[in-house]
């Protein structure tokens, strides 16, 4: 059985030196090491040997396999490097292969072109987190404790939290806006800043609407800010990103955190205005709220609405991705879709 052992590791490491391809030692490693290898065969005959012959013979044995095993790897190691040696000349002069290159996703550069729009103003741009709680998300911000918001067709509770009350009772952020108080009680008054961020609503999504989704906030608190003064940062916050002057309208609409509020809405520049899917066929489509800061939410903050005033803007940044690039459909930006994302290369 030992001679049969020697000859076995003879042949097989005199193959494993003839070896001239990857394809060739493949083979030969299922040829000296597979199932039905004559090493194989021998070690199915240990049951039939006697104790001392059977550990003599099973330890040579693993020693041939564990010395094929190596020599494999190592002649692997060895073709594959003569392999990448080329014996031709290279033309330097030949056009190579363009590696692919990522950009940012649509809304990230929306993001960003905003975030460089209110840093050349002055802002600060703030973040927080994901998960929100009751206390910032509705109660600092004037929410009715009976507010349809506050229920769970509209806003996502995390389990295990939705009987509690105030901090205890914590959401995924149904909007940027608690975010405001956050900032005023870290940081006090003037203030003023912007909070980009990914918000979430329990709601039937369609082309202009999805459960999660991005708003862009911003918020100016002073002693003395005037309404044209909001007006004036709208404007000149779409003429940044569009690159010229965009028609805007403002519209009374009801915000708990705003006295007064508005809808604010720019012409629909899919359709340019004429009427379409996304803007109702009305030619005008809602980019986000705004108004004055309502003074029960300065209260909040531990800020004197006798003295102090602000002015809200929420931009609804998914949309104005859509407007920027003529999409009409807001479920295109989050289906991941590399065939749609690749345009914006």
């Known amino acids: 059985m030992k001679e049969k052992l020697e000859e076995i590791s003879k042949q097989g490491l005199q193959k494993i030196d003839n070896i001239k391809s990857i394809e060739e030692l493949q083979d030969l490693r299922k040829e000296l090491m597979g199932k039905k290898s004559p090493l194989s065969e021998v070690l199915k005959t240990l049951g039939t040997l006697n104790p001392d012959m059977k550990k003599e013979v099973g330890m040579k044995a693993t020693e041939i396999k564990n010395t094929f095993s190596l020599k494999l790897d190592e002649k692997e190691e060895e073709l594959i490097a003569a392999k990448s040696v080329v014996d031709e000349p290279i033309d330097l002069t030949l056009p190579g292969i363009k590696p692919e290159e990522g950009v940012l996703h649509p809304i990230t550069q929306m993001c960003y072109d905003l975030n460089d729009a209110f840093l050349s103003l002055g ?174 939410v300065l209260k909040s903050a531990n800020l004197d609405p006798e003295v102090w005033t602000g002015f809200y803007i929420n931009i609804g940044l998914d949309r104005l991705v859509m407007m920027r690039y003529g999409v009409d459909d807001v479920r295109l930006f989050h289906s991941a879709d590399l065939r749609f994302l690749e345009q914006f290369k």
Not at 125 to 151: C, G, T
Not at 163 to 176: I, M
Not at 203 to 215: G, K, L, N, V
Not at 217 to 232: W, Y
Request: with cysteine; charged share 25%.
């Open 123 to 296: 802002f600060e741009v703030y973040n927080e987190d994901d998960i929100s709680s009751e206390k910032y998300a509705f109660d600092n911000l004037n929410f009715a404790p009976d507010h349809p918001a506050r229920q769970s067709m509209d806003t996502f509770w995390i389990e295990g939290t939705e009987d509690k009350l105030g901090n205890e009772r914590l959401c995924l952020r149904p909007h940027l806006t608690g975010g405001s108080v956050r900032y005023l009680l870290e940081h006090g008054a003037p203030a003023r800043f912007v909070y980009p961020g990914r918000v979430y609503r329990n709601e039937t999504t369609d082309a202009r609407h999805e459960r999660a989704f991005f708003q862009y906030e911003a918020l100016i608190v002073d002693k003395d800010i005037s309404f044209s003064s909001g007006v004036v940062m709208i404007q000149t916050i779409f003429e940044k990103v569009f690159g010229r002057k965009i028609n805007v309208r403002m519209r009374e609409g009801f915000f708990p955190f705003t006295e007064p509020g508005y809808e604010i809405d720019m012409e629909c520049l899919v359709c340019t205005g004429k009427g379409c899917r996304v803007c109702n066929h009305n030619g005008w489509i809602e980019v986000m709220p705004g108004g004055v800061i309502h003074p029960n």
